[in-house]
């Protein structure tokens, strides 16, 4: 099961049959303005596991993920990890207010990004206010993404974080593979944990249970809904 897989070339520029293209931060750039963006960039390989950024590093570079899955995380005081999210495909990491990376990348599997520059990337969008737009429009659903995990990892139960993930994971796999109720789940049980706010004990109990209910089907990489209405009514409870 490869979902996220994305063909590519790893050297040279190909914005013109760049599968992502419809959902980057590049969908507003005409042709001739893609011509001039894809010199700006280049494209790099992360392996499994692999750092992307750190949080609190400056910020020299922003990322369009072309292939496979970014865990985003930050590390508390304490010394645990909490994820804030996932990069899938189409998404535009590395803006922020500070100049700081304000969480930390890494690779799940295999990786490919354009990697843009700051300094050349600022001024590529000086006077291009349709490429502001829609920066601001990919900010805009990545905070509402964030206040949708605030939500999630307030006074819920783990039934109903553990349903609301798996449905909103699906929702986001639609763009890239199309309505099904096969869900990849690329990342690990403990990457799910930290997302929701859980133990690694309690979201394996909770997919067990799930399953004993007759509500999914777990199987190699992923789920499989079987009463996707039952999994919607846990979620909205």
Not at 51 to 67: C, G, H, M, P, Q
Not at 119 to 144: D, K, M, T, V, Y
Not at 191 to 204: K, N, Q
Request: charged fraction near 25%; include cysteine.
């Amino acid at each position: 099961m490869k979902p996220f897989a994305v063909t590519s070339e790893p050297n040279g520029h190909f914005c013109d049959d760049c599968a992502v293209r419809g959902a980057a931060v590049c969908s507003s750039l005409d042709a001739a303005e893609l011509r001039e963006f894809e010199h700006l960039g280049r494209r790099v390989h992360f392996g499994s596991g692999e750092t992307v950024f750190s949080e609190e590093d400056i910020t020299t570079s922003f990322y369009n993920v072309l292939e496979g899955v970014m865990r985003l995380y930050k590390l508390l005081p304490d010394g645990r990890r909490q994820i804030v999210g996932f990069a899938l495909p189409g998404d535009f990491l590395g803006m922020n207010l500070s100049g700081r990376h304000n969480f930390s990348a890494d690779a799940i599997g295999a990786v490919n990004v354009c990697q843009f520059p700051k300094g050349p990337f600022g001024r590529f969008i000086e006077g291009r206010p349709q490429l502001l737009r829609r920066i601001n429009e990919l900010a805009i659903r990545e905070l509402s993404q964030a206040r949708d995990h605030m939500v999630l990892l307030g006074r819920r139960s783990a039934d109903e974080k553990v349903a609301t993930f798996l449905l909103g994971w699906r929702e986001r796999l639609v763009s890239l593979m199309g309505l099904s109720d096969m869900v990849a789940l690329p990342m690990s049980r403990q990457d799910i944990a930290d997302y929701l706010g859980l133990t690694i004990e309690t979201v394996s109990r909770t997919f067990t249970k799930l399953e004993r209910l007759g509500v999914i089907e777990i199987i190699h990489g992923g789920i499989t809904l079987l009463d996707p209405a039952r999994v919607e009514a846990m979620a909205a409870a």
